[in-house]
Nanobody, 121 residues
Framework: QVRLVESGGGLVQPGGSLRLSCTAS????????MAWYRQAPGKQRALVAG???????DYADSVKGRFTILRDNAQNTVYLQMNSLKPEDTAVYYC???????????????WGQGTQVTVSS
């Protein structure tokens, strides 16, 4: 059994900052990649930032220079540091992890429960 637990969402004023966290637990053999996606009402879920097991990072153009994805391998945790937040960043943010379960060669895709980020005055 694998659990992804997200935290850190909330209400923040434009220009403010939030830090999201996502921790994976369970019978995990290895984690190959971790990422953050977001989905606003009426829009497709889209990649915000991702990091591979080789520490390669990828960011959506809309967040480059403002958001940073950080990975703590020892704790199976990924963070999303969000600075200079804008109203258009308002969305539900989802953690996504590609991992192998203990005893299996297969790579599975898991999603967190989502956390609401609202940027408003």
């Amino acid at each position: 059994q694998v659990r992804l637990v997200e935290s850190g969402g909330g209400l923040v004023q434009p220009g403010g900052s939030l830090r999201l966290s996502c921790t994976a637990s369970g019978t995990i053999s290895s984690i190959h990649a971790m990422a953050w996606y977001r989905q606003a009402p009426g829009k497709q879920r889209a990649l915000v930032a991702g990091v591979t097991d080789g520490a390669t990072t990828d960011y959506a153009d809309s967040v480059k220079g403002r958001f940073t994805i950080l990975r703590d391998n020892a704790q199976n945790t990924v963070y999303l540091q969000m600075n200079s937040l804008k109203p258009e960043d308002t969305a539900v943010y989802y953690c996504n992890v590609h991992l192998k379960l203990a005893g299996s060669p297969l790579i599975f895709d898991y999603w967190g429960q989502g956390t609401q980020v609202t940027v408003s005055s």
